[in-house]
């Protein structure tokens, strides 16, 4: 164990800036789920992201338990998810009683498009415009799609196969803020904005943050008021507390909205700095036998959120696991690929369809430093350490 200073994986960039802001909601009193952070938040976001409006929620993840209802997931419908992912993608699939199936990646670490197809061709009968699982006899209903570590998925693939099928598609954009298509049908389209409904999260990790907190995007109007009501305990008259549906409290508060008013206004100098520094480390491990740095799609400009390392044991002379330790003890903060949710406990029982590449990148990717507040310098700490410990 060495002294010197850690360089996080990933860390939050906050401005004292924001301290102006947070004051406002000390001194109003607005500091719960009202205020006018979170309108302004909203349409910050909106503006942002090419959308005529936004719904602010608490997380991520309670943005697509969100999309999830109001989409019409119900208990014993079935939905597609990834299985390279966070485990917070596919767990409100669960929270509504439906059951995912779990879809391989391909080399952009994101849902693999011919096994899906493949999937819905074969394992499924179409009857009157629902798919049917062929094993279990029920009805998927929708895809959700994951932009991992912020790398744009194939929509344009995605969002045939949803018009062909007839299935609602929920963007998982948590990682994604900020990642567009420069080129085809989408050129000049965000991340998020594409299928039925797309979501965001500012939670600590992410590109920019609130603390914590979600954002529920749609072009759809109806969608939207729907993910708005059901957010506030689904109160259809104010003033006598009246409610005919069962909803959460999942609104986003004013404290947190102050962040977000911020950090927004950041968020291209944030993606321009992840940027040099992904170009950074990708020119000095081209020089690295045995270490890979995973592209972003050509055809996108992608947030750069997570930076990935392959780790080719043969060539490297260590393993990811060696190596990750070994960087971990010189207090270099890099971690494995998630496990396979499809390998989780909750998760045993559920379907997956030929799964291999998501265990390769489970075995051998590490990310590494990638905070947009990193150095040029401390990349080169990070570099030289993973020069120095070929073998
Ligand atoms: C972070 C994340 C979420 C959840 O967002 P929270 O705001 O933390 O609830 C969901 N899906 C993916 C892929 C994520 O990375």
């Keep these: 164990m060495t002294n010197n200073k850690q360089i996080p994986l990933s860390v939050p960039n906050l401005s004292l800036d ?46 697509l338990h969100l999309a999830l209802r109001v989409l019409g997931i119900e208990s014993r419908d079935e939905v597609i998810v990834p299985t390279l992912t966070f485990i917070a993608a596919v767990n409100p699939v669960k929270y509504m009683g439906a059951e995912p199936i ?11 498009m011919d096994k899906l197809e493949e999937f819905l061709e074969n394992e499924c009968d179409y009857i009157d ?14 895809i959700v799609i994951v932009h991992v570590f912020g790398n744009p998925a194939n929509m344009e693939r995605l969002m045939e196969v949803k018009e062909k099928y007839n299935l609602k598609v929920i963007e998982d954009s948590t990682e994604a803020l900020g990642s ?29 943050t609130t ?22 305990q689904a109160k259809t008259d104010s003033l006598y507390f009246v409610h005919d549906e069962i909803g959460y409290n999942y609104r986003m508060t004013n404290i947190q909205a102050a962040f977000g008013t911020d950090q927004i206004d950041r968020l291209e100098g944030f993606i321009e700095t992840k940027i040099k520094n992904y170009n950074l480390y990708k ?17 996108t400009r992608a947030n750069h959120w997570f930076y990935s390392v392959i780790v080719d044991k043969e060539k490297y002379g260590m ?30 029982e559920s379907q997956s369809y030929r799964i291999d590449m998501g265990e390769y990148y489970e075995k051998n990717l590490m990310n590494v430093p990638c905070s947009s507040n990193l150095s040029e310098e401390e990349v080169g700490v990070v ?9």
Excluded at 283 to 296: P, R, V
């Design 283 to 299: 020119e000095a491990i081209e020089d690295i036998e045995g270490l890979t740095l995973l592209s972003f799609r050509a055809d």
């Design 18 to 63: 924001i301290l102006e802001n947070v004051k406002e909601t000390i001194e109003t009193g607005w500091v719960s789920t009202g205020g006018r952070f979170i309108t302004e938040f909203e349409e910050k976001i909106a503006k942002y992201v090419g959308v005529e409006r936004t719904v602010s929620c608490q997380s991520g993840t309670a943005g």
């Design 180 to 208: 567009y298509y420069l080129e085809g049908k989408y050129a000049g389209k965000y991340c998020g904005t594409i299928g039925d409904i797309g979501v965001y999260s500012f939670n600590a990790n992410k590109i920019i």
């Design 129 to 142: 415009e629902k798919v049917i699982n062929k094993s279990t006899k029920r009805q998927i209903k929708a």
């Design 102 to 112: 779990f879809m391989d990646c391909d080399d952009t670490l994101n849902m693999d």
């Design 319 to 348: 393993d990811r696991d060696e190596l990750l330790r070994m960087l971990n003890d010189e207090n270099i903060q890099t971690r494995p690929l998630w496990r396979l949710i499809h390998k989780q406990k909750p998760y045993l």
């Design 211 to 232: 603390g914590g907190g979600g954002m529920v995007v749609s072009n759809n109007k109806e969608l939207l008021d729907k993910v708005s009501f059901l957010g506030v």
């Design 383 to 391: 570099v030289n350490k993973l020069k120095d410990y070929k073998i």
